[in-house]
């Protein structure tokens, strides 16, 4: 969708600036033309000692890289997803380790467990914080021991971990 809005919008920005140009030419080509019919000093000239021009390459170079990063947009914006959500969001099916036996955990390890089961197998840890009801400490000490037992990892992803099971 930003990518459309910001095609568009290039759009829109370079035709007022072909307009606005070619308006800005026919008055520059007027003033011209009255120096010469009028036989004076060209080097008087305003059409000459204006720096406009300067403006309307920038305000086209910032057209233009606004097209650009629309279309960008457009051609990556169906195949990239924010991995956040993808990896925590996306049920996936759990595969759980054959070795990893869940009847020999504690009831805080097995509180944990049953929400990253019912989860499809990973959320992230302030998730867990806020569906399991304990401290970030507590918690934080319930994953290193199911972290310790093989039966999860976590990793690392901006300010918050991803909690997966292995």
Request: aromatic content about 8%.
């Amino acid at each position: 969708m930003l990518g459309i809005v910001l095609i568009l919008s290039a759009i829109v920005l370079g035709a007022a600036l072909g307009a606005l140009k070619a308006n800005t030419d026919a008055q520059g080509l007027a003033l011209c033309q009255y120096y010469t019919e009028e036989n004076l000093d060209m080097s008087q000239c305003p059409a000459h000692n204006e720096a406009v021009s300067w403006y309307f390459i920038t305000a086209f170079g910032v057209s233009f890289i606004a097209f650009g990063m629309g279309v960008y947009f457009v051609l990556t914006g169906g195949k990239e997803k924010n991995t956040l959500q993808h990896e925590a969001l996306e049920p996936e099916a759990v595969a759980l380790k054959p070795s990893f036996d869940a009847s020999l955990l504690e009831s805080d390890e097995q509180a944990v467990w049953q929400k990253m089961v019912d989860a499809h197998g990973s959320l992230f840890q302030s998730d867990l914080i806020r569906s399991t009801g304990f401290s970030k400490v507590k918690l934080s000490r319930v994953l290193d021991k199911l972290e310790s037992k093989g039966a999860i990892e976590r990793k690392r992803r901006g300010m918050t971990n991803l909690v997966v099971v292995k």
